[in-house]
């Protein structure tokens, strides 16, 4: 079955510190992984996904199919980088939807 | 931001009551999507369409129906709504793909009581 496991639900750390969010997942399947950020109350916005390789606001994530791991990272944390951030997984169906199988989310906080 | 929106944003309804949320799109995607998003449990996707009148169920389905009769609206209903239900919808809209990007809604919150 498919799984992601998003150990921690809270991380705080200081304004200019590195920050590690960590995700496993468990998965048959060649892994299509996602990192998705949500602010306060807002919509799931597209933090990055692990095809593009691209670095969005600082942050990367690198596939770890030994580890099965996408922990997502950034050197130096800021303010505006406080949300709720999940991992995902994506499942595709028989019809070609992209079914996303989510992770419980890691709120982050960071502190001035 | 894709073009998605929601209706209602906030809702509060009595147990046992129907009601219906609805999901607009203008991207023409083919594939939408509903999930509910709760404390501890992530987002769980509810069902899913592939097409006009073309649906299937996700992972929490039960006590969920949806309709899709256009290509733009995705609709999802409560039957009879229980507390259970009470929680954060989002709808989601892709155009199918490996690699292609998933856009979301910005919520209705649905209240139970």
């Known amino acids: 079955a498919q799984r992601v496991t998003q150990p921690e639900k809270l991380l705080s750390v200081f304004k200019g510190a590195p920050v590690e969010l960590k995700c496993n997942y468990s998965?048959?399947?060649?892994?299509?992984l996602f990192w998705y950020v949500q602010y306060s109350r807002q919509r799931l916005q597209l933090l990055l996904r692990?095809?593009s390789r691209e670095s969005i606001k600082g942050f990367t994530a690198d596939l770890n199919k030994g580890e099965t791991s996408f922990h997502l990272k950034k050197p130096f944390a800021q303010e505006e980088d406080s949300a709720m951030y999940y991992c995902?997984?994506?499942?595709?169906?028989?019809?070609?939807?992209?079914?996303?199988?989510f992770g419980q989310g890691t709120r982050l906080t960071i502190n001035p | 931001d894709a073009g998605i929106t929601q209706s209602p944003r906030h809702k509060v309804t009595e147990t046992g009551t129907p009601v219906t949320l609805r999901c607009h799109q203008t991207?023409?995607?083919?594939?939408m999507y509903w999930y509910r998003q709760d404390p501890g449990h992530g987002l769980r996707l509810i069902h899913y369409?592939?097409?006009?009148?073309?649906?299937d169920k996700g992972e929490v389905s039960d006590g969920y129906s949806v309709s899709r009769s256009k290509t733009e609206d995705f609709l999802l209903t409560l039957e009879s709504a229980t507390s259970s239900q009470t929680s954060v919808y989002f709808c989601?809209?892709?155009?199918?793909?490996?690699?292609?990007?998933?856009?979301f809604g910005e919520g209705s919150w649905l209240t139970v009581v």
């Open positions: 995902a997984l994506s499942v595709l169906s028989i019809q070609g939807a992209q079914k996303l199988v």
């Open positions: 998965y048959s399947g060649s892994p299509e």
């Open positions: 991207e023409n995607h083919r594939y």
């Open positions: 369409s592939y097409g006009v009148k073309d649906t």
């Open positions: 989601a809209i892709s155009s199918g793909s490996s690699g292609n990007t998933i856009y």
């Open positions: 692990h095809i």
